[in-house]
């Protein structure tokens, strides 16, 4: 199946900084990706749609300007958590894919 | 948001026993798919099932559609203890340009 990775896979940061994670299709192209987030011992939440070219969509309660999500090429989306806080801290996944979705192996955010 | 839920949420049998897990929606959808989930990590893919479809096999999974019902049940045959993870259910809705929506997902334990 198609590949997608995440960068990093973890990162620990301090309170009021902003963290970038990468999702990037290996094999495809993806006009569209998904960013979900996961916190412990509960589902995933999808929280936008990362539109190449234009931009995100946003679900209800997720600020964009909190969570910035830029989408420059077919191959590469990035979400970055601004002022990061400690109830920011979750498991972040993305998706890329057709029919099937190809999901990242996810990043874990720490905010202390 | 999620769409729907999953029953159970935790189960626990002993290796060699099968597994049932179910999972119900809300709207109409392109297909379904069941995910993996080892703990803190990513995503695995396991089976998707189109909504002309109503039943799918894959070496010890079999996975069963009832759009009349809106349901889909995913059972792991003669389990083993790599089998522990969690399990999601996911759908991709009409419309929705593949975006998928995550069901609350059954904790599975296997004991050897």
């Known amino acids: 199946g198609a590949v997608v990775s995440q960068h990093p896979s973890w990162v620990i940061c301090k309170s009021g900084t902003s963290v970038k994670i990468e999702c990037r299709s290996l094999d495809f192209q993806a006009t569209t990706m998904f960013w979900y987030r996961q916190f412990p011992k509960q589902s995933l939440m999808l929280m936008a749609t990362?539109?190449?070219?234009?931009?995100?969509?946003?679900e209800q309660g997720v600020e964009k300007d909190k969570f910035l999500i830029n989408h420059a090429s077919l191959t590469l989306s990035t979400l970055t958590v601004t002022s990061a806080h400690p109830e920011d801290s979750s498991f972040y996944i993305c998706?890329?894919?057709?029919?099937?979705?190809?999901f990242g192996p996810g990043t874990r955010l720490t905010v202390t | 948001s999620q769409q729907g839920e999953e029953d159970p949420q935790a189960l626990s049998i002993q290796e060699g026993e099968n597994a049932t897990m179910n999972c119900s929606y809300k709207?109409?959808?392109?297909?379904l798919q069941w995910y993996r989930q080892n703990s803190g990590r990513g995503l695995v893919h396991l089976i998707l099932i189109r909504s002309n479809e109503r039943e799918k096999h894959s070496g010890r999974l079999r996975v069963t559609l009832d759009t009349s019902k809106k349901s889909s049940s995913l059972l792991i045959t003669a389990s083993r203890a790599a089998d522990t993870a969690s399990y999601f259910c996911?759908?991709?809705?009409?419309?929705?340009?593949?975006?998928?929506?995550f069901g609350g997902g059954t904790r599975l334990m296997v004991k050897p």
């Open positions: 990362s539109n190449e070219g234009s931009k995100a969509t946003y």
């Open positions: 709207t109409s959808i392109n297909n």
């Open positions: 996911a759908t991709d809705a009409n419309n929705a340009g593949n975006m998928l929506t």
């Open positions: 998706s890329g894919g057709r029919d099937e979705q190809y």
